[in-house]
């Protein structure tokens, strides 16, 4: 049973270009959260999931940063125009349900992204 | 105030000991609680849900006190093994599914 799948793991960018993340959530998993971690710090809660639809965005910057998650196909966390301070691992999770039981949430690998 | 808050540690521990994580949160309308431990550049990992009663798994022990709002980890028989970070977790109050994440409190297991 395949976890939560992100690519690619490793992302090198230039100043101004953009940045593609990718992430399959778990098999039968509806929902996606996409989160940021900055070097020495906690994980912060980006966006938040399910098929078509933005539930929250609330922790995703407005300007230059997008996310989908289309029926067919992973979602896509899509950073435009980075900068330096984009540098980061940026994780995705899927969970089975949103509340209640189930609602634990699983985590793929991480994307580093390295803006030069 | 951070929403959640833990001790970074490190905590350095000999094989075979006991050891204790607390941490506390400041949303009192919280109904998700978990420990999740992340290994050095990897990502989360699900320990165990928190659940009102206490639970167990293992040499692992969670328990939640709601009155003082923090959270606790105990760890039985340390191993190399358990050497990591660990992450305690809370939902926001806007919503069950937003993680809130504390920063980690470090273990190292010492041969």
């Known amino acids: 049973n395949a976890g939560v799948m992100q690519n690619p793991r490793h992302l090198v960018r230039r100043r101004g270009q953009e940045a593609r993340l990718r992430c399959s959530p778990m098999?039968?998993?509806?929902?996606v959260y996409w989160y940021r971690q900055l070097p020495e710090e906690g994980l912060k809660f980006m966006v938040y999931?399910?098929?078509?639809?933005?539930?929250?965005e609330s922790g995703m910057p407005k300007e230059r940063f997008s996310a989908e998650f289309p029926k067919e196909g992973p979602s896509i966390l899509r950073i435009q125009q980075v900068v330096r301070g984009d540098s980061a691992a940026y994780f995705c999770?899927?969970?089975?349900?949103?509340?209640?039981?189930?609602?634990?949430?699983?985590f793929g690998p991480g994307t580093r992204l390295t803006v030069l | 105030r951070k929403e959640v808050e833990q001790d970074p540690g490190p905590f350095n521990v000999p094989e075979g000991a006991t050891v204790a994580f607390n941490c506390t949160y400041s949303?009192?309308?919280?109904?998700?609680f978990f420990w999740y431990r992340q290994d050095c550049r990897k990502e989360p990992k699900l320990l165990m849900s928190?659940?009102?009663s206490g639970n167990e798994d293992g040499r692992f022990t969670a328990q939640l006190n709601r009155a003082s709002q923090y959270i606790s980890l105990l760890i039985r028989d340390s191993k190399l093994s358990d050497s990591a970070t660990y992450l305690c977790?809370?939902?926001?109050?806007?919503?069950?599914?937003?993680?809130?994440f504390g920063t980690g409190t470090r273990l190292k297991v010492l041969a």
């Open positions: 977790v809370v939902n926001a109050a806007s919503g069950t599914y937003k993680y809130i």
């Open positions: 098999k039968g998993h509806s929902h």
């Open positions: 949303n009192s309308a919280s109904q998700s």
């Open positions: 999931l399910q098929k078509e639809n933005i539930i929250d």
């Open positions: 999770a899927s969970s089975l349900t949103s509340g209640g039981a189930y609602n634990e949430q699983f």
């Open positions: 928190v659940y009102s």
